[in-house]
């Protein structure tokens, strides 16, 4: 109405159809135009006459044909020795597979995600856990006032120390034992070297000798960890750590002592990380006793009784 002043839309385009069909071979190109109209959907007064549906569908084919006559012939197909595919073939190719062999399938596709899977967060595992590390807590420094550890524990220790099998550094407030992993543990390993022992049993004996609290701390070197049993170096100093602190306690340490243990990773190294020789000093797990003050003593020794 807006376009074309009048409310039988769409005659004229019937009207011009019949007129450009009496010449077909001059205006087939817009007869075709036309013909695609119909065929996406334009109905015009056929959508509105009784029987309007069949009278468009017998113009369209009148079309079809008329396009056919003018248009010299269909397409020719892509490939003229193509044949559909047999369905019933491949339904029986589809029941001849066993179901071992489905099985098997899933079974090789879901191992093969999975390794994908392990590999793809093993490689951030180390990244992360570094970060975590990196994230300090305040200490709190509760034996800042103790008078340093007498010379008894050196004096006790002196063989170890000689030999190599420990070190001892002293602090303001606390004793610092150190041993080398190199010689406790094997490489990427959490279980004891034999020769190590006797000396975990003679430290036992002379740490029952000491009051104090004592942490167990473990550390390793920054070269990545290929252990599935340890996904990071974190997890592999941590279970040394309870190594050390199971075997102390199987070799004869008071059960009743107040033993910590942690697992430091690479996050505090003696020296550099850059030749073999700085790396086996940051191997090490480091028996770390805080003495109890005069006070403190004299408390725990009035508990006792």
Partial sequence: MAFHNETWGGEKFFQLLARLSVNAHEHRDMIELQYF???LGFQGRYRVVDNGGAQRETLMRRLHKLLHETGGGYALPLSPEWRAADRTSVRRVRRGLPLWAWLLF???SGSASFAAFLLATTAHADRVYSAIDTLHLPELNTHASDAPPSNRLRQALN????SGLLALREEADRSVIAMRGDGLFNSGSASANPAYLPVLAHLAGVLNRVDGDIVITGHTDNQPI???????NLALSQARADAVRQ???TAGLEAGRNVAV???GDEEPVATNQTADGRAQNRRVEIVLFPLSADRQGISQATDK
């Avoid at 063989?159 to 000689?162: E, I, R, S, V």
């Avoid at 290929?226 to 990071?232: L, T």
């Fill in 159 to 162: 063989a170890d120390l000689q």
């Fill in 226 to 232: 290929r252990d599935r049993r340890f996904e990071s």
């Fill in 262 to 264: 942690t697992g430091r």
């Fill in 106 to 108: 899933v079974s090789v």
């Fill in 37 to 39: 109209c119909l065929m």
């Fill in 247 to 249: 075997w102390l306690l």
